[in-house]
């Protein structure tokens, strides 16, 4: 598989108040149910900070057009909203490296 067929990861780390990170994970777990069986989605964990200020996601996706095409889907734009309304965040697309472990 060369690295055009390869999986892409995605990494988004989100920044919320202390008392509104239960509420940033029921939001991404709604987020993520909305992905789910779009084109490319192959899995996602989500990932609660300890230091209660933070929550990350871990997704992978076929490939960086089925990602585009998901951030553009009503759907998830449309859960998106209230996530945005509580979060700051910074996503980040990667390749899939070396599992250790």
Do not use: C
């Amino acid at each position: 598989m060369d690295a055009d067929d390869a999986p892409v990861v995605l990494i988004n780390v989100f920044k919320v108040q202390p008392e509104k990170q239960d509420e940033l994970l029921e939001l991404l777990a709604a987020l993520t149910r909305a992905q789910v069986g779009l084109p490319g989605f192959v899995s996602a964990t989500l990932h609660r900070g300890l230091n209660g200020k933070t929550v990350a996601n871990h997704a992978v996706w076929r490939s960086v057009e089925d990602w585009k095409a998901m951030t553009r889907n009503e759907a998830v734009a449309a859960a998106m909203g209230p996530i945005m309304a509580i979060a700051t965040f910074e996503p980040n697309l990667y390749e899939a490296g070396e599992v250790i472990g």
